[in-house]
């Protein structure tokens, strides 16, 4: 009987060894309509992925506000705080959009039309001064004209065609998003914060039951430590940006520098980016004070904004972001270098929260290996 029950479990091992290789087989064989597939079904659940994201950013605003309302003297606000929290967070953010599409961006895309509608005749004016420098200026050097040489030959416009810019734009919002995903996207994410208590207890319980308790203790460690540093890093570094922003808007207006809301919202920006960012938002915006407002103002301009820039590191970031992620600036480098290969202008902004928590996780399992090291020597002894 044995025999015979052993018999049948090697006849169905090897039936589904053999379903599993004709199963591989034609998943290479149509490896693309599965690869269609799969990103179809990712394209219906992508309203679903961007509400969980959105929840995600809004949930500390949404607790610390909470917390708030709880200690109300008011017994309405205090039973209904979990959604008034996030009633409040929604309505700030829907007037911070508001204040955005009606003060900040026309006078950022202003500059902009401005910019590439003008930008030929910028250009020959910068050509013009620069011809007149004496002849053995060192900027007169050989390399330097045949580089001016190369660009009198372009055609600016034919690049910076805002027409066209807006049209891409709007062609890829159009392909990935549309009003009613963003409907779908913003209900979910109400939801998920109403009702996150019930999802993670729900998720606690999942993760307790498949891992074991080690394992789980692990998972709900390094969770807490990489939530914590992601909102502290994404938090500070957007209120960084925004007071380097408004202090070189208000700096460079100062100075008569042009298009100076466009370089303040674009040195803003970049200064998101650790270390690269601020390099590269300087590099442009010296090229358009060049070409905009000749040598004198554009070194003017470098030294205010090296300036500013050198009060944010010092003063202004630290004190934003209180204690620091504790990554050496060797690391930081190599992050933001390997998630700018890798994945644009979204990996270098977040390379540095993910290497801190790669960090994390990489001591711990070193501690533990000496910890084991250690105790082996001592009972050898």
């Known amino acids: ?100 599409f009606n003060v900040i961006l026309p006078v950022v895309i202003e500059s902009v039309i401005d910019l590439f509608n003008n930008i030929q005749g910028y250009f020959e004016i910068a050509i013009s001064k620069y011809n007149s420098l004496p002849e053995d200026s060192i900027f007169k050097g050989e390399i330097v004209q045949e580089g001016i040489h190369y660009i ?80 502290k890093f994404i938090a500070s570094q957007f209120l960084d940006a925004v007071v380097v922003g408004i202090l070189v808007t208000i700096s460079l207006t100062i100075m008569g520098v042009k298009f100076a809301p466009l370089l303040g919202f674009l040195i803003g920006l970049f200064n998101m980016i650790p270390y690269f960012g601020a390099i590269i938002a300087i590099g442009v915006a010296t090229i358009i004070t060049l070409i905009t407002g000749g040598i004198t103002q554009t070194i003017w301009m470098l030294i205010v904004v090296v300036a500013l820039q050198q009060i944010d590191a010092n003063i202004i970031n630290p004190k934003i972001v209180g204690q620091s992620l504790k990554i050496s600036p060797l690391l930081v480098i190599f992050a933001v270098t390997v998630g700018g290969a890798y994945f644009g202008i979204l990996g270098m902004f977040l390379a540095v929260p993910v290497i801190a928590v790669i960090k994390i996780v990489v001591k711990d399992y070193v501690n533990l290996k000496l910890s084991k090291k250690e105790k082996q020597k001592e009972i050898e002894i």
């Open 1 to 100: 009987m044995n025999e015979i029950r052993n018999h049948w479990k090697k006849w169905i091992y090897w039936f589904f060894l053999g379903v599993a290789i004709i199963v591989v087989y034609k998943a290479f064989d149509n490896f693309e309509e599965i690869i269609n597939m799969v990103g179809k079904f990712f394209g219906i659940i992508s309203p679903f992925l961007v509400g969980i994201f959105i929840a995600y950013l809004v949930f500390m605003p949404c607790k610390k506000i909470e917390e708030i309302y709880r200690k109300s003297k008011i017994k309405f606000i205090r039973k209904k705080a979990r959604s008034l929290s996030v009633a409040s967070v929604y309505l700030i953010i829907l007037l911070l959009i508001i204040m955005l």
């Open 152 to 231: 009198q030959n372009i055609n600016f416009k034919q690049y910076f065609n805002l027409d066209k810019m807006l049209g891409y734009i709007m062609g890829a919002i159009d392909a990935v998003t549309s009003v009613f995903d963003i409907f779908v996207a913003g209900i979910v994410s109400v939801y998920i914060l109403i009702e996150r208590d019930q999802i993670l207890e729900f998720l606690k319980k999942f993760a307790s039951a498949i891992f074991k308790d080690k394992t789980y203790k692990n998972i709900d460690k390094y969770f807490n430590n990489s939530n914590e540093i992601f909102f």
